[in-house]
Antibody
């Protein structure tokens, strides 16, 4: 059964870089044709898409975050990662990783991690 | 930018039908996905590509999409359906996923 698990620091200081990893079990990132995604949700607010990455490293990002986001994939560890630079309090959110329901781009997110809360504070 | 407008809240009695709308100009030309999110939990996909249900989602959940409005319909509402619901599309012009503003469904 497919399982996604986010990990990383729960507290990041303003102006620093947020780094999270999503570990995938039950599926092989390199053996699939899915675009794996990151989505976040500020406390008490709605969902905000961050970006998606393919096993080859091909990415596409939310234009509003593009200048600060970098995603990468480590197929040997079956993980993909998110880095968000120059964070502010507005980046405080629960961060989810997810896999779409069908391969290819632009598809609905079906399997989600449990989410991890990242607070930006000094 | 593309904005998907949902009613902030919908209230429905048990056993009745809840309809949640998601509005934007010509949304009928896009594929709409719907998520259910209960407090403290990750979202759950309940409808994708306007009308399809993932495995394990009850037939009580259905979707439609035409013109300027997409609709998620929950028939025979149960207490367990109480949650926030979000619509989502891929906006080709701005090259990004857009989520709706969210609707809180309250079961009376």
């Amino acid at each position: 059964q497919l399982h996604l698990q986010e990990s990383g620091p729960g507290l990041v200081r303003p102006s620093e870089t947020l780094s999270l990893t999503c570990t995938v079990s039950g599926d092989s990132i390199s053996g699939s044709t899915y675009y794996w995604g990151w989505i976040r949700q500020p406390p008490g607010k709605g969902l905000d898409w961050i970006g998606n990455i393919y096993y080859s490293g091909s990415t596409y990002y939310n234009p509003s975050l593009k200048s600060r986001v970098t995603m990468s994939v480590d197929t040997s560890k079956n993980q993909f990662s998110l880095r968000l630079s120059s964070v502010t309090a507005a980046d405080t959110a629960v961060y989810y990783c997810a896999r779409p329901i069908t391969p290819g781009r632009h598809n609905a997110f079906h399997v989600w991690g449990q989410g991890t809360l990242v607070a930006v504070s000094s | 930018s593309y904005v998907l407008t949902q009613p902030p809240s919908v209230s429905v009695a048990p056993g009745k039908t809840a309809r949640i709308t998601c509005g934007e100009n010509n949304i009928g030309t896009k594929s709409v996905h719907w998520y259910q999110q209960k407090p403290g939990q990750a979202p759950v996909l309940v409808i994708y590509y306007d009308t399809d249900r993932p495995s394990g989602i009850p037939e009580r959940f259905s979707g439609s999409n035409s013109g300027d409005t997409a609709t998620l319909t929950i028939s025979r509402v149960e207490a367990g359906d109480e949650a926030d619901y979000y619509c989502q599309v891929w906006d080709r012009s701005s090259e990004h996923y857009v989520f709706g503003t969210g609707t809180k469904v309250t079961v009376l």
